[in-house]
């Protein structure tokens, strides 16, 4: 335990105050829990004690167990704060601000009174990193409020506002926060002499016949694969069946069944991944970053205007810039319309709608932004267009303005040339659609100055995204990594195996949809004149001669009603088209490649080992700071299945040695691309694992 106390108790006006001083988030680290526990039945022992309230010192009152001691072996705690809350004879007063999630929740549920700030959020998150609530809220939650509610909350994990919190009956006032502490101790000198509101003394929650069925069969798509979401349902619906004691027996037992699964396994190291990836550590730590207040991006086309709505739905004032005023009127009109689309999901509110869209504001002049702070361009993807615009931002930007290019594939650096400030370059990959998607590349160029690019990592989270560090290289890291998953996907098509058996392969995986049926959403045409103009620029280019032959018979996806599949008007199921399996046999015949059979597990394989090793030569490269930050890009870039952690923490399922072998042997059978990285075969030597490997310039 630490020298300074993670649990102060003190009185105040006859009130024990139990206050949790555990920074960064008061998790339930060492000491914590037993803490608490010490503090109440201190508070109980003491007559000059009549009541007590629990805080959280700092930004927050607690965020959950500590999520670093799950899977390790955890001394037995003699009493959990849960009990001794929930068993104290005197009052006491949860006062939460900030976050009271998982653990945190828990505890307070244990307490007879909750009140919030109207900041606070509460949640049980649990099932987000694979596991399900273990103190106590799967009995709690649902005698307090209801079985359907609580089965809804703890299923998502979702964050509830104290509003929503108080309507629900969480949370039993609202008070202003000037003063969390005094108002805490006055809600509690409130409740003296009331009678305890003990929630593990209510009986069972009610629950309407076929709630916890129904709840299976909604999530069954999102969540094949998963045990967490369903131990879950179990664990609410032990709360409806059960007397409290029997209720937390089995809570443990489906907890038990869940903590050290390789679901939560890799749930928990995407958490931690997600949260390395902000760090940049040659960055200097007293680095000054330039203040980003305001912003411009130029190009009203889709790209543009996902960027400006990430802006816009995070605060900041936007200007969205297009010389072509039809352009301009289509954009915006694309961003009203996505909007409106929103509003009718239910995903945001007509109020938050009505404050997020003035914050765009449309201007026709380059010369309208120059006092931006930043700039993204977002033009069309060809190095003179993009070199003209950064001469014209390079005239009129002031001189401090951070300039942004939005590429997925042109070198940052010959950008940076059409300017006379290189320094003030780099690069912000966004995924489409950017306002949706999580994911933004922050490529650094030779010149990028390191506030730069520190202020191009720290805007991306502003904007709500998951910035990465790319080194600037063809494809920078995301679609680097993922191209020779694509180029294998479509030779194992020349080589027998059909597009919807990978297409199965993979859904069976648990990405959401196959590759082949990504493709026909997004339309073949794209990749058709990017192979084209690759192949006119390097003879040696490997074209791909089957989707080449689908879009040049007008086969250009969902948009033509024909791609790798067909479509019927209206409808966006994919059907197996016999004409397909034709073109596919006479293109691997004129080419003379003879049809095999594919198991699907060299179907997963060819796949994802291809990216796997390509990764790790970036990594080599310096191109990318951690194989885990490469992880989180797939994650949130690629729709890879998150509770398999990430495409080296899956590759370390499989072990870096057995990839390295069948990859050498690839690499003999179907020549250069299949050469296995340097890096890879270190760890497979040393028996090291790919997902803790780092590029050299951090080691
Ligand atoms: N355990 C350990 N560390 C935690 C943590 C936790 N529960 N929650 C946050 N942290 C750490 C983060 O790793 C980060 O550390 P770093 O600075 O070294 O990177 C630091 O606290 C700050 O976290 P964020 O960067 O995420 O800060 P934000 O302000 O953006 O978000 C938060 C705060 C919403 C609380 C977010 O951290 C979060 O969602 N935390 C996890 C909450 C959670 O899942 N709780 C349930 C835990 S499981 C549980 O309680 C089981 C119980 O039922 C028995």
Not at 164 to 179: F, H, M, N, R, S
Not at 203 to 229: T, V, W, Y
Not at 486 to 506: C, F, R, S, Y
Not at 600 to 614: G, K, Q, V
């Amino acid at each position: 335990m630490s020298e300074v106390p993670v649990v102060r108790f003190e009185i105040v006006d006859g009130i024990g105050v139990i206050t949790v001083d555990y920074p960064p988030v008061n998790a339930l680290g060492p000491g914590v829990s037993e803490g608490i526990a010490a503090a109440v039945d201190q508070g109980n022992a003491d007559p000059a004690v009549q009541a007590m309230v629990l805080l959280g010192a700092g930004r927050t009152f607690i965020a959950g167990a500590d999520i670093r001691r799950f899977g390790k072996p955890r001394p037995p705690s003699p009493r959990r704060s849960y009990d001794a809350l929930d068993e104290s004879a005197k009052p006491v007063v949860a006062a939460i601000h900030g976050y009271a999630l998982g653990g945190g929740l828990e505890n307070a549920l244990s307490c007879h009174w909750r009140i919030a700030v109207p900041s606070a959020k509460v949640g049980l998150p649990e099932v987000l990193i694979g596991i399900l609530p273990g103190g106590g809220g799967t009995q709690r939650l649902p005698r307090l409020i209801g079985a359907k509610p609580a089965l809804e909350m703890i299923v998502t994990g979702r964050h509830v506002p104290a509003e929503e919190a108080k309507a629900l009956g969480i949370v039993d006032a609202i008070i202003p926060g000037q003063d969390l502490r005094a108002e805490a101790i006055a809600f509690a000198r409130s409740v003296i002499g009331k009678p305890l509101r003990r929630i593990s003394a209510m009986p069972p929650a009610a629950a309407e016949p076929g709630l916890f069925d129904e709840m299976r069969m909604s999530i069954a798509r999102k969540a094949r694969n998963q045990k967490a979401p369903y131990n879950c349902i179990a664990a609410v619906e032990a709360a409806t069946r059960l007397p409290f004691a029997e209720g937390m027996a089995e809570e443990k037992r489906l907890f038990q069944e869940l903590e050290n699964a390789p679901e939560a396994q890799a749930l928990r190291y995407a958490f931690f991944a997600e949260r390395e990836i902000a760090r940049i550590p040659f960055l200097p730590k007293d680095l000054a970053l330039p203040e980003i207040k305001t912003a411009a991006v130029v190009g009203a086309g889709t790209m543009g205007g996902g960027i400006a709505m990430s802006f816009a739905d995070n605060g900041f004032p936007v200007k969205l810039v297009d010389a072509n005023p039809e352009g301009l009127a289509r954009g915006m009109q694309r961003i009203r319309d996505n909007y409106a689309v929103s509003v009718k999901r239910g995903s945001i509110t007509q109020t938050q709608m009505d404050e997020r869209l003035p914050r765009i504001q449309p201007v026709e002049r380059i010369e309208d932004i120059a006092e931006c702070d930043v700039v993204i361009e977002a033009v069309f993807e060809q190095l003179p267009v993009k070199q003209e615009i950064f001469a014209k931002l390079d005239a009129v930007m002031k001189p401090e303005a951070i300039l942004l290019t939005n590429t997925s594939a042109i070198d940052i650096d010959k950008i940076a040339d059409a300017t006379k400030r290189p320094q003030m370059v780099a690069g912000a990959h966004f995924f489409a659609p950017a306002n949706v998607m999580k994911l933004l590349e922050v490529v650094e160029g030779p010149r990028t100055a390191p506030e730069v690019l520190g202020a191009a990592m720290k805007l991306g989270r502003a904007i709500g995204k998951i910035s990465g560090y790319a080194g600037n290289c063809d494809g920078f890291v995301a679609n680097r990594s993922r191209i020779y998953f694509t180029l294998e996907q479509n030779i194992m098509v020349e080589e027998g195996a059909l597009p919807e058996q990978i297409d199965k392969v993979m859904v069976d995986f648990g990405y959401p949809m196959g590759p082949f049926a990504v493709n026909d959403m997004s339309g073949l045409d794209v990749s058709y004149f990017t192979r084209k103009r690759r192949l006119a620029e390097d003879p040696n280019y490997r074209t791909l001669p089957i989707p080449d032959r689908l879009v040049e018979s007008g086969r250009k996806g969902q948009k033509t009603g024909a791609g790798w599949y067909r479509y019927e008007k209206g409808d966006r199921t994919p059907h197996v088209d016999p004409v397909v399996h034709r073109l596919i046999k006479e293109v691997a015949a004129e080419q003379g490649i003879e049809q095999r059979p594919f198991s699907d597990e060299e179907i997963l394989h060819r796949l994802l080992f291809a990216s796997a090793n390509e990764a790790c030569k970036i990594l080599e490269e310096d191109k990318a700071l951690r194989a885990s930050d490469i992880d989180v890009m797939w994650l949130n870039g690629f729709g890879f299945p998150r509770y398999r952690g990430g495409l080296m923490f899956w590759a370390d399922t499989i072990g870096a040695q057995e990839i390295y072998n069948q990859i050498a042997a690839w690499h003999q059978r179907y020549g250069d691309r299949w050469r296995p990285s340097a890096l890879l075969r270190r760890v497979a030597e040393s028996g090291g694992k790919l997902r803790e490997a780092k590029a050299p310039r951090l080691q």
